[in-house]
Each structure stands twice: as structure tokens, then as C-alpha cells.
């Protein structure tokens, strides 16, 4: 009796069967049970919560019947595991209007891992065709799922308002499998401009082991499809990927720091692993292939058609900038393979490797590029290689013959004509027949037929029959030149020269005037892309006008506050604690010693103001630096960098972290009323006030206030260019007033003046920002001036100069400049330049050229004293701002107890002036 009940117990504990549901545009909600001979209505019924009705393992068949296959169905949300596909002979259609605000036609959870689209039509979506949905957190080990194990198969997404698929971080094991993407970029207004849209057709943030093969992605507004942000062990292999408004296929791209798995790719590799195989990539605006922070790529086999026809190369290493931010990583590629593609251009670029001065230095490839056994037309494509240094390419491209004296890749490459048909498939008598190479990676081709040896180059194995509509790509000699197959996408082109009429001609003894004028044409069309691309415009204007400058009156004696803050991260990376140590350990060394030689107008050496980050809070790290402001070298400052925040998530966040530096660390002094700690404030992510324009890295809007009320008393953010979170003032000293109904309520506010009385919510004390007139990229376009000091931007007496001609000041108090750079002084790339002769430059040309004590006075200050002296010349004090140092807010003891000093005379009547040091 016993083994009986534990058997039925058992029977009961089985799930139970999975059910088949249907639903049919004639069906009903309100009557219909699912069966086939009674259908619901609609799919989100079926899937509704509330309802009860799918579970997982169910199977929902849509009637798709032609005239009534259509189902006008936004964010049909698969929240268990489910298959959803049409019934057998038909083609069920879903589609979710482009103007239904944020919208996905159809999304699935992560608890739905498992799922399957299949045989479906699906268009629309304000945002997204086909969303794999993810509960990211970096850095949060147990709870980082995504959408998972997904199929999706024979299926047709089109006229989506952005990207067709979008794969979101942790969505892992994604199968797009005979599938066709086309039109995306429906919610674009016509004419929209490329740079201004995003609608790619698979666009994957850190979704590995991705599987895209044996479809078709056509008529995409940007990118074909890219993996990228880490993703690991992705496959993109017999796809054809046909005329988009960016490029082709990027293996890796550009990913903001936050959607990276650190642990396992500290380095931020944008993708690693990927193979791209047997593809065909034909006309593209920008790369045909490109590889963007890419480690351990293989590309082999692709035919690559018509690329780069505004920009970049049929195959293209790029640069990964990580939305600038700070703690990116930024890596060029590293070992890649680029075997077996066919490459056929009409001129242009076969293969480019880029370098940028940005950002202290960049390049898109770490020693060789990895290329060999491809076969390249003949017809003036050009190899660059962009890298500095002795054997390297000029950035004016060179031959295949240059290419391969200069990086050591392709000895085994051809060059030729190569006769195509028009799918791309090679002539019996190309010469792309069996001049490959084997690689162990590719066991077959475009079209599934084995590889044996010798293996051919490109996408095909098998060759084609000579046909009409095949044209070779280059010119043709002499009077054979001619115009062929008026049907083939790939034209000849006869010489100007041979074909126009003799009044014609005399058109082209105006060629260099008109190529002048184009050329003319063509730098100001850059020079407007530059300034959007780089978020110029909201700031620029302002700049021109340079309404903050004031006149100083002939013999005044004027004095440089030279303040240096530090985004001071000692844990940038996730390195490890032994090189957190090693960081903070440099500056305890190499500070003093560095700031030894050097005094100001008052006798005080320079001092360095360490805002340091909440989130990498270490007690032995916060006592080396108290040490160091002992010494009077420092002074510390709050730093956070924090994402979809909550206003209580925020006000505890910062009290319990200016307590805990106050009371364990006597770091930060107190108000002496109401003992709370006071403090500066800079903002990771340049995102103060929730003002990046993607809602990332804040998520509260009202921060402002919050700021003030927790016992901030000024912000050091600014300036944030080229970042999209610069405000529209620039160069000021200035009231910001908080908004909780608005973000970025600090874009604009009230300038501090002598007289004034402080308002608003927080004072904004800003760098100097403009353009280097002089540091122009391509000797035409100016470079962006933000204060940064780095490695790849050291403090040029040049740069001095211009931070003081700046001006930055208190109105009403021009003599009084306020010169205020920023770094991020624990990343080792620039410590020899922070610490080293040219910093030590810096200091002892300041002190020579502002410092002879008759028109210059120089002093060095702390964000804390800034703001002090910025507060006395509000209270309308002159003379030598050095004496007010501590105006307002005292300096923190540092564990070091004594008598506080009185007050200067001066200081107590400014004071009673200002009624008790409002703040």
C-alpha cells in the first residue's frame, strides 16, 4: 500500500502535459477556450498574467490565413518559456504601431529562457521588432540573467522603428536562424541623417555564444548587424548582409562601461572569439567587416563587395570609446585572423587600421593585423595603417606591395580581377578558385557545399557558369572600355576623357577649381558632423559670445587660483586590491616629492583635491591620502558613481559615506550648528542630476537638492565635453536651482557676483572649456579644451596660457581667476605625467609667469578653498584672496588636534558683511 501512495504521489508531482493554444484574428476572448475550433482573439490575452491560462513548455499557434493574418499587438510580452509560431501553411503577421511611445512588438523576460519564434511575420515597434529582455546589474554576480537560449527561426521583421533584434547583456545562446531583416529605421523622419539615427539589424550588448546564420539582412538605416560590450563566442556564418547606412558586420563596436561582465573581461574586450564565416557583405556605407576592441577574432571566407563607399575599409580596425568613460577600458584589437576574403572595390579602402590622439592615444590593433591568403581586386584599393611609428603606413594608404613591407601580413594574398555573378558566386576562371588557404574554423560555405582543398577565396566554394550580368570591377584596356550588363549592380566606368562631347571638356579644365571647391565643401560638411558628433552645438554658441569675460583695470594686480581636482579611483577596473595598493602607494611616494620644490605667492605648496568614489571605499586607501593632506599636499572630496537610482537610495548612499569619512577619518568638517559633514561633490559619469541624455548613470532628477540637503555645498563636475552631459553654460561660477520634474536643472542658473546672496540649490564651480586653436585634428578642425590632464594631454605651458586667458571668475571680481583642471590620477597610463617632470614643468612655469608679485599672484588651492574665496568675493571682500582660504568652511583636522586659528580681522568683518558665512 505504501509503494502505491508513493506512486500516485509521484503521478501527481509530474508536470503536466504542455498545451497547444490557438489564436486567430476571428476568434474571441470572451467565448473562445484556445482549442483550434474555438480560438482567442488576441495573443496578449493568452499571455496575460492575470489570466493564467500559457505555462511554460505551452505552444501558441497563430492562425495566419492570407487578408486575416494580421495582429495589431504591441509588446507581446513571453514571460514563461513558450513557443510562439504560425499554424502549418500560414504565416501569421504581428505587428505594433511605430508610434505607440517605447514600444517592442514582441519581448521575452528572462524567466522565458527557452523560448521560440518561429514562421512568423513581425514589424513595427517604436523601439524594437524583437527584444531579448535582461536584469543586468554590474557587478551583481547571482542576479545577472538575460533572455537565453532563444530560437528564432523563418521569420520576417521589417519597418521596425529601430533595430530589428536587439540582444540585451547576459542574453546568452541567442539563435537567429533563416531569418530576413529589412527597413529598419521606420520612426526616422525622411532625410533624417545617418550619425543622428539607431536602427540596426541585430544589435548585441553582451549577449555570448549568439548563433546568426543562413539569413538575409538588407536595406538596414545603419548598422547590418554588430556583437559587442563582451560578448564571447559569437557565430555569424552564411548570412548575406546588403546595403545599410553604416557598415556590415562589426565584430565588436562602441559600449558604455557599465554593461560589461569585469570579472571575466577586465580589459572591457568589446567581443571576444568571434568568427565571421562565409558571408557576403555588399554595399555599405561605411566597413564591410570591422573589428572594434576585438580579441581573438576570426574573419575567413567572407566576400566582401562594394563597401566603405563614404568611409573606412572593406576590413577596418576601429576604436572602442566606450562612451568616454572613465573607468573604460578601451583596448585595440588583439589577435585576429583575417583569412580566404574576397574583397572587390572600385578604389576605396581594402584594409585600414585606425589611431586616434584622444584620450591620451588610441589605436584599433595591437601588433599584426593577421591577414594573409586574401584576394583583393585590381583596382586601386588602398592599405592603411594609421598607427604611428618606424615602418608603418602613412595615413595617405599605400599599395599591397607597402602593406606588406610595413605590417608583415598578406605574402600570400592576391590581387587580380575577379568575375563575379551577381550573387557574388566566382567564375570557373577566377582566381579566386583554390587560391585559399585551410583553415580549421570552416567546414563548408555560403551555400553548405564541403570545403575540400585547396579551398577558394571568399564566401563560395562552388563557381558559377559564365553568364550575362557578370562584370569584372576594373577598367577594361583601351577602346574595350565600355559600359556592360545593364543589369548587373556592378558597373565599368569609361574615362571622362573618351566619352563627353568637346564643350564638355572644356568643363574639366575647371577640374582643380571644382575639386577645390568640393574639398571646401567636404571639410565643412565634416566640420558640421564633427561638432554634433562630439556635442559641440549646446555649448558653442556660448563660447563665441564669451559674455562671462569681464575687464580688469590697468595695474590691478591679478591673481591665479590654480585648483587641481582628481577623480581619484583607485579600484578603476576591478585590478585587484595588491594594485589598488600599488596606485595609492605611487601618490604617498611621488606627491611630496613632487610638490617639494614648489611654492605660491603665499609660501604653500600645491595641493590636490581627491574626490574619491562611495562604491570603491577602502579604509587603508582613505588613510594614505589623510597623510597626505596632513602634509598640506590634499585635501578629500566625495565621488559617486551610481545608475537607476532612487532618491532614498541616493540620501543614504551619501550620509553614510560623509559620516564614515568624517567620524572614522576626520576627513570632512562639519557644520558647526548641525554636525553634519560638508563637502564638494563631482559625479561619475559627468551624469550630475540625471542628465545624460539616455537616463544612465544617475536616475534621479531632483539630485540637486538632494545634494544640498545631505550637506554638499558646491559641485567640480564641469566641464563634461565632449560628453553628452555638458551644459549649455560654460565657464561660470553659477546657482543651479534643482527641478525634480526635469533633469540637468543645472544646464543653465544664476551667476555668483560680488553682493549677491546665494540661491538656488548648489553652487556649480566649472573648468575652463573652448577649443585649442592651435591642436587642430587634420591641421583644419579645432580640438575640444576641457581641462583634462593626462598622458595624452600633459598641461603645455600653451594650455596654461589658455585655461588663464579663460577667465574664470566671480563677476564683479575679474582679478581674481579661477583656473580648475580635473584628471583621473589613479589610472597608470598618467601617473608619470601627474607625478612626473611634466607636472613639475607645469608648477614651475606658473610660478615664473603668474607669480612675480606685481601683476601676478599665484595660489594654490583645494576645491574647498576655491569655493571659500569664491564666497568672499560674493560677500564683496577684495585684495588677496589667499586670506580666505578657510572663509566659510574650516579645513578638516585630520586627526590632528589643536586649537583652531582666530580668524583674521579681515575674515571676521566679512563675516558680519555676509551675516554669518551664507551657504
Not at 572600385?346 to 589605436?363: A, H, K, N, V
Request: charged share 20%.
Amino acid at each position: 500500500m505504501l509503494t502505491g501512495l508513493a506512486c500516485l504521489a509521484g503521478l501527481l508531482a509530474q508536470p503536466a502535459a504542455a498545451a497547444e493554444w490557438f489564436v486567430s484574428t476571428s476568434g474571441s476572448d470572451t467565448t473562445g477556450d484556445g482549442r483550434l475550433q474555438s480560438p482567442f482573439r488576441t495573443i496578449k490575452h493568452l499571455l496575460a498574467q492575470n489570466e493564467g491560462i500559457a505555462r511554460a513548455g505551452d505552444t501558441i499557434v497563430l492562425r495566419g490565413p492570407a487578408g486575416e493574418n494580421t495582429y495589431e499587438e504591441c509588446d507581446v510580452r513571453l514571460r514563461v518559456p513558450l513557443t510562439l509560431q504560425s499554424y502549418p501553411g500560414e504565416r501569421a503577421h504581428v505587428h505594433c504601431d511605430i508610434h505607440t511611445p517605447d514600444s517592442v512588438a514582441i519581448q521575452i523576460d528572462p524567466a522565458a529562457s527557452g523560448s521560440t519564434l518561429r514562421n512568423l511575420e513581425i514589424s513595427g515597434g517604436a523601439v524594437y521588432g524583437v527584444m531579448m529582455q535582461t536584469n543586468w546589474s554590474q557587478g551583481d554576480v547571482t542576479g545577472n540573467t538575460g533572455a537565453s537560449n532563444i530560437l528564432l527561426e523563418d521569420l520576417l521583421i521589417r519597418d521596425t522603428g529601430r533595430d530589428g533584434i536587439k540582444i540585451t547583456p547576459q542574453s546568452n545562446n541567442v539563435t537567429v536562424r533563416r531569418t530576413e531583416i529589412r527597413n529598419t529605421g521606420a520612426i526616422y523622419p525622411p532625410g533624417t541623417p545617418t550619425e543622428d539615427m539607431n536602427a540596426d539589424g541585430i544589435d548585441n550588448v553582451n549577449g555570448s555564444s549568439m548563433l546568426v546564420e543562413d539569413s538575409w539582412i538588407h536595406d538596414i538605416a545603419t548598422t547590418g548587424l554588430y556583437f559587442k560590450g563582451g560578448a564571447a563566442d559569437v557565430v555569424i556564418q552564411r548570412n548575406r548582409i546588403e546595403n545599410t547606412g553604416v557598415a556590415g558586420i562589426l565584430v565588436g563596436f562602441d559600449t558604455s562601461p557599465e554593461y560589461f561582465d569585469i570579472g571575466r573581461n577586465p580589459r572591457y574586450y568589446e567581443s571576444v572569439r568571434g568568427i565571421v564565416r562565409n558571408n557576403v557583405v555588399r554595399n555599405t556605407a561605411y566597413a564591410g567587416i570591422g573589428l572594434y576592441a576585438s580579441k581573438d577574432a576570426l574573419v575567413a571566407n567572407n566576400t566582401i563587395i562594394d563597401a566603405g563607399r563614404t568611409g573606412h575599409a572593406a576590413l577596418y580596425f576601429g576604436i572602442s570609446f566606450q562612451d568616454w568613460g572613465s573607468h573604460a577600458g578601451r583596448p585595440p584589437s588583439v589577435n585576429p585572423r583575417l583569412l580566404n576574403n574576397l574583397v572587390r572595390m572600385q578604389g576605396g579602402t581594402c584594409i585600414e587600421i585606425r589611431q586616434s590622439e584622444e584620450l591620451g592615444g588610441l589605436q584599433g590593433l595591437d601588433g599584426s593585423p593577421g591577414s594573409n591568403w586574401n584576394g583583393f581586386e585590381d583596382a586601386g584599393c588602398r592599405f592603411v595603417d594609421n598607427r604611428a611609428g618606424t615602418g608603418f603606413l602613412p595615413a595617405a594608404a599605400g599599395s599591397l606591395a607597402q602593406w606588406r613591407k610595413a605590417t608583415g601580413s598578406d605574402t600570400d594574398s592576391v590581387q587580380a580581377v575577379f568575375p563575379l555573378d551577381d550573387d557574388g558566386k566566382p567564375l570557373a576562371e577566377s582566381p579566386a578558385v583554390g587560391a585559399g588557404t585551410i583553415v580549421a574554423d570552416i567546414g563548408d560555405d555560403i551555400e553548405g557545399v564541403k570545403r575540400t582543398p585547396p579551398y577558394s577565396i571568399g564566401a563560395f566554394q562552388s563557381v558559377a557558369p559564365a553568364a550575362a550580368g557578370v562584370v569584372p570591377m576594373t577598367l577594361l584596356p583601351g577602346g574595350a572600355r565600355r559600359a556592360t550588363a545593364a543589369g548587373s549592380a556592378l558597373l565599368a566606368m569609361a574615362p571622362f576623357s573618351e566619352v563627353l562631347p568637346t564643350r564638355q571638356r572644356r568643363w574639366l579644365s575647371m577640374a582643380p577649381w571644382l575639386a577645390t571647391l568640393a574639398l571646401m565643401l567636404a571639410a565643412i560638411t565634416y566640420g558640421a558632423l564633427l561638432i554634433r558628433k562630439r556635442n559641440v552645438t549646446g555649448w558653442l554658441w556660448a563660447y563665441l559670445r564669451q559674455d562671462w569675460r569681464e575687464p580688469v583695470a590697468a595695474g590691478t594686480t591679478r591673481h591665479l587660483l590654480f585648483c587641481f581636482v582628481d577623480h581619484f579611483e583607485p579600484g578603476w577596473q576591478s585590478p585587484g586590491l595588491a594594485v589598488e595598493r600599488a596606485r595609492v602607494a605611487r601618490w604617498s611616494r611621488d606627491l611630496p616629492t613632487l610638490c617639494a620644490g614648489h611654492r605660491d605667492a603665499d609660501g604653500r605648496p600645491p595641493v590636490h583635491t581627491f574626490f574619491y568614489p562611495e562604491e570603491e571605499y577602502r579604509p587603508e586607501h582613505i588613510d594614505a591620502l589623510v597623510d597626505l593632506c596632513r602634509q598640506g599636499l590634499g585635501e578629500i572630496e566625495i565621488h559617486l558613481h551610481h545608475d537607476n537610482e532612487t532618491e532614498a537610495g541616493l540620501r543614504g548612499t551619501l550620509s553614510g559615506f560623509t559620516e564614515l569619512l568624517a567620524r572614522r577619518h576626520d576627513a570632512l568638517p562639519r557644520d558647526p550648528f548641525s554636525g553634519q559633514p560638508r563637502w564638494a561633490f563631482i559625479h561619475g559619469n559627468w551624469a550630475l542630476d540625471n542628465s545624460h541624455p539616455s537616463g544612465r548613470h544617475c536616475g534621479v532628477s531632483n539630485e540637486l537638492v538632494i545634494l544640498r540637503e545631505q550637506g554638499c555645498y558646491a559641485d567640480f563636475t564641469l566641464p563634461a565635453a565632449p560628453d553628452p552631459c555638458q551644459t549649455r553654460t560654460i565657464n561660470s561660477i553659477y546657482y543651479a536651482t534643482g527641478d525634480p520634474a526635469r533633469s540637468k536643472s543645472h544646464d543653465t542658473g544664476v551667476r555668483v557676483r560680488t553682493g549677491g546672496v546665494g540661491e538656488g540649490d548648489l553652487m556649480i564651480i566649472q573648468g575652463p572649456l573652448g577649443l585649442r586653436w592651435k591642436d587642430r585634428k587634420f591641421g583644419i578642425f579645432p580640438r575640444i579644451e576641457n581641462a583634462d590632464v593626462r598622458a595624452g594631454a600633459p598641461p603645455t605651458r600653451e594650455r596654461i596660457d589658455g585655461w588663464v586667458k579663460t577667465g574664470i571668475h566671480v563677476a564683479g571680481r575679474p582679478e581674481w581667476i579661477i583656473v580648475k583642471v580635473h584628471t583621473h590620477g589613479a589610472e597608470e597610463v598618467d601617473m608619470d605625467t601627474l607625478l612626473g617632470s611634466a607636472m613639475d614643468e607645469a608648477y614651475a612655469y606658473m610660478e615664473s609667469r603668474y607669480n612675480d608679485g606685481e601683476h601676478w599672484k599665484l595660489h594654490y588651492v583645494s576645491a574647498r578653498e576655491t569655493y571659500n574665496i569664491i564666497k568672499a568675493a560674493e560677500c564683496g571682500l577684495s585684495g588677496d584672496p589667499g586670506g580666505y582660504r578657510d572663509f566659510d568652511i574650516p579645513r578638516p583636522a585630520y586627526g590632528v588636534h589643536h586649537v583652531q586659528e582666530a580668524r583674521t580681522p579681515v575674515d571676521a568683518a566679512g563675516t558680519e558683511e555676509c551675516n554669518a558665512f551664507a551657504s
